[in-house]
């Protein structure tokens, strides 16, 4: 049993800055990669940001530039700063983890989602 559990919505103005946190937790052998995806009203799940183990990074090239994703592995934890926030960031923001759990079985696991409101 693994569960994701994210932090650090909100509500921020155009331009403002937040910082989610999402904190794995459970019978978790190894994370393989992490990453932020992101949902709109009446829009597909989108990729936000990944990080392997190795903590090599991709985001999605609406947010270059002014988002970053980074980990603690020793925490089990992943961050995404964003700043310059647009009203376009709207959504709810959902963490992702390829995690391996014992007896070896590598599976994607989702956190409950986290709303973010930038307001222009």
């Known amino acids: 049993q693994v569960q994701l559990v994210e932090s650090g919505g909100g509500l921020v103005q155009t331009g403002g800055s937040l910082r989610l946190s999402c904190v794995a937790s459970?019978?978790?052998?190894?994370?393989?990669?992490m990453g932020w995806y992101r949902q709109a009203p009446g829009d597909q799940r989108e990729l936000v940001a990944t990080i392997s183990s190795g903590s090599s990074t991709n985001y999605a090239d609406s947010v270059k530039g002014r988002f970053t994703i980074s980990r603690d592995g020793a925490k089990n934890t992943v961050f995404l700063q964003m700043n310059s926030l647009k009203p376009e960031d709207t959504a709810v923001y959902y963490c992702n983890g390829r995690i391996t759990t014992l007896p070896l079985r590598t599976a994607d696991y989702w956190g409950q989602g986290t709303q973010v409101t930038v307001s222009s």
């Open positions: 459970g019978s978790i052998f190894s994370i393989n990669a």
